[in-house]
């Protein structure tokens, strides 16, 4: 099945003379279980792209889908119940509460949506991401690369339909962005979790299972089964 799909998307931002237009009628299907990596020049649309597929920014013509369900036209309501429920989110930046200790951070999707966390699931998550000796731990106490595992274990914890990740490398050091990258592929190909990522790191959009390209708000190319030669 699909995941995530858009429908010859539109976005501008602004409008008259000052108008930019950052997709220029996109369409693309992202596979359940898929690692999709998406890269493109700065300014070509790679965020846009990815903030309207999840449903943190709306398009200006197209349509969009999480699974079964009609991104374009949910209210309010209904887009803070699909990004509560629905989607995972990874950062740059991390995007940890400070004050609240590895476990709680990564429970507190689950929390905030009024839902039990699954003890045998989160016990997995973080076993394979590596965390077990450090869940007691708060954001300051840990290093980037395990803040940004507390993160995908955060994102993966509610299951969700799909796996946002933007630049999740992009502060670490190249050591801490191999296992990062290591257990977002083990994610979709073991877990079977659906994973689109934006990155300008060839060696990273080379653990992906596809590469799409963008240039000027538009899908230029695309790779199957990446090596980091191939994307370059
Ligand atoms: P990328 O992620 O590939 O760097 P973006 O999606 O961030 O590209 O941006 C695509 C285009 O849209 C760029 O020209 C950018 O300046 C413009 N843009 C993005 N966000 C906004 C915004 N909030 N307001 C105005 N223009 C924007
Ligand atoms: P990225 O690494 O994704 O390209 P940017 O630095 O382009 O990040 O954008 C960071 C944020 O600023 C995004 O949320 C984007 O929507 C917004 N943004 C980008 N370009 C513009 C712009 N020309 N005007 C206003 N906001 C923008």
């Not at 339909?161 to 592929?185: I, M, Y």
């Not at 992906?208 to 089964?225: M, Q, S, T, W």
Request: charged content about 25%; aromatic content about 6%.
């Amino acid at each position: 099945g699909v995941a995530a799909r858009a429908v010859d998307v539109w976005k501008s931002y602004g409008s008259g003379d000052a108008a930019v237009t950052a997709l220029a009628g996109v369409s693309v299907e992202f596979e359940r279980e898929h690692f999709t990596a998406i890269m493109g020049p700065s300014g070509s649309g790679k965020s846009t792209l990815m903030h309207c597929l999840a449903g943190l920014d709306d398009v200006t013509d197209g349509e969009v889908w999480i699974g079964d369900t009609k991104v374009t036209g949910l209210n309010d309501k209904g887009l803070t119940e699909l990004r509560r429920d629905q989607v995972g989110f990874v950062f740059q930046q991390f995007n940890l509460l400070p004050t609240l200790t590895a476990e709680e951070n990564i429970t507190l999707p689950l929390a905030i949506g009024g839902r039990k966390v699954d003890r045998a699931w989160f016990d997995t998550v973080i076993d394979t991401v590596g965390l077990r000796d450090r869940l007691t731990h708060r954001p300051t106490q840990l290093s980037g690369g395990q803040q940004q595992r507390v993160a995908c274990a955060r994102a993966l914890v509610s299951r969700p339909e799909v796996v946002f990740a933007d630049e999740p490398t992009g502060n670490l050091d190249s050591k801490s962005g191999a296992e990062v990258l290591g257990f977002l592929q083990k994610s979709a190909r073991e877990f079977g979790q659906t994973i689109v990522m934006v990155t300008h790191d060839p060696n990273a959009a080379s653990y992906a299972d596809r590469v799409i390209f963008l240039a000027d708000g538009k899908i230029v190319n695309e790779i199957l089964d990446p090596t980091a030669d191939a994307v370059l």
